[in-house]
């Protein structure tokens, strides 16, 4: 199947400051990622939806101003927290597929962002 | 919002023993996609099933589906601890229809 990366894998910041993670499509062009935030022992709640080329679609509920997402190419979206708080701490799945509404979705590893 | 509710919530069998999961869900459906993840992880499919379909096999994976009742269940045949993950369902999809919404998950734990 495709491959999505997501990097990095975990990262540790700071109060404040903003992290950057990054979701690419390896071995296909993605016009549209997901981005999903997951509490532990918990399900995977939609974000937003990344658009290339134009501007991000929130779900209800999530701050624009707080998790920026930019879409710059079709194998690479961003997801930045900005002015991160210790309840910012989730883990962050990034998702995309090589085909329509109803084709199997393909998953980053996941980043699990601790914010101290 | 979650269309799907997975049941049960946790469950805990010895290698050898079969699995079964639940999932329920609430709207009308194109299809259902199972997913698997590992502790920490991504996301892995497993297998989608078409609405006009009622059971699908992969290796030791069987899917069913009744849309008359809005359900689907998971079969792992002959589990192993390498089967220990959460297992999440798909039924759903955002406003925009395009991302997978999914259900809360099934905990399972195969000890040797």
């Known amino acids: 199947g495709a491959v999505v990366s997501q990097h990095p894998s975990w990262v540790i910041c700071k109060s404040g400051t903003s992290v950057k993670i990054e979701c690419r499509s390896l071995d296909f062009q993605a016009t549209t990622m997901f981005w999903y935030r997951q509490f532990p022992k918990q399900s995977l709640m939609l974000m937003a939806t990344?658009?290339?080329?134009?501007?991000?679609?929130?779900e209800q509920g999530v701050e624009k101003d707080k998790f920026l997402i930019n879409h710059a190419s079709l194998t690479l979206s961003t997801l930045t927290v900005t002015s991160a708080h210790p309840e910012d701490s989730s883990f962050y799945i990034c998702?995309?597929?090589?085909?329509?509404?109803?084709?199997?979705?393909?998953f980053g590893q996941g980043t699990r962002l601790t914010v101290v | 919002s979650q269309q799907g509710e997975e049941d049960p919530q946790a469950l805990s069998i010895q290698e050898g023993e079969n699995a079964t999961m639940n999932c329920s869900y609430k709207?009308?459906?194109?299809?259902l996609q199972w997913y698997r993840q590992n502790s920490g992880r991504g996301l892995v499919h497993l297998i989608l099933i078409r609405s006009n379909e009622r059971e699908k096999h992969s290796g030791r994976l069987r899917v069913t589906l009744d849309t008359s009742k809005k359900s689907s269940s998971l079969l792992i045949t002959a589990s192993r601890a390498a089967d220990t993950a959460s297992y999440f369902c798909?039924?759903?999809?955002?406003?925009?229809?395009?991302?997978?919404?999914f259900g809360k998950g099934t905990t399972l734990s195969v000890s040797s």
């Open positions: 990344s658009n290339e080329g134009s501007k991000a679609t929130y």
């Open positions: 998702s995309a597929r090589d085909g329509g509404p109803g084709t199997e979705a393909f």
């Open positions: 709207t009308s459906i194109n299809n």
């Open positions: 798909a039924t759903g999809f955002n406003q925009a229809g395009t991302a997978l919404i």
